[in-house]
């Protein structure tokens, strides 16, 4: 069981599977929702209880996606796919969990538009734009 919170926490959740292993995304809209890059997991949407769900705003970023945030405190807590039939999975911010991960971030994505002020050192794949490789957008 992984447990993890807003700043807050006002907003609690529970993760009843292992944790896979990260992407750390380097998107626009990922650094613009969090200021800076966004390392999240993927977790079955089975898998995850939220407390105090009612604080948790919706922001839809595009066509495809939603994030959701605290409505109190603001934090960044989940990255949501739209076509819930297509995508049974939802993604967590990995910065949110309070309790070890016990995994690690295993690729850097859309590294094509990564922000001009760091660099990614950590000698872990990088990949450019994941769309032409995988559906997740």
């Known amino acids: 069981?992984?447990?993890g919170s807003c700043l807050c926490g006002q907003i609690t959740f529970e993760v009843s599977c292992e944790l896979p292993p990260p992407?750390?995304?380097h998107c626009r809209e990922c650094r613009k929702h969090t200021g800076h890059y966004e390392v999240s997991a993927d977790v079955p949407r089975t898998a995850v209880k939220v407390n105090g769900a009612d604080k948790v705003v919706w922001y839809q970023s595009s066509n495809k996606v939603r994030r959701g945030?605290?409505?109190?405190c603001g934090s960044s807590l989940f990255w949501d796919p739209l076509d819930q039939?297509?995508?049974?999975?939802?993604a967590i911010s990995m910065g949110a969990f309070d309790?070890?991960?016990n995994t690690k971030i295993k690729q850097h994505i859309f590294t094509a538009e990564k922000g001009d002020y760091y660099e990614i050192t950590d000698g872990?794949?990088?990949?450019?734009?994941?769309?032409?490789?995988?559906?997740?957008?």
Do not use: G, Y
Not at 85 to 90: D, G
């Open 99 to 101: 309790t070890p991960t």
């Open 85 to 90: 039939e297509k995508h049974n999975w939802t």
């Open 69 to 72: 945030f605290c409505a109190v």
């Open 23 to 25: 992407s750390a995304c």
């Open 124 to 137: 872990l794949p990088q990949i450019p734009d994941p769309r032409s490789v995988t559906s997740k957008s």
């Open 1 to 3: 069981m992984h447990k």
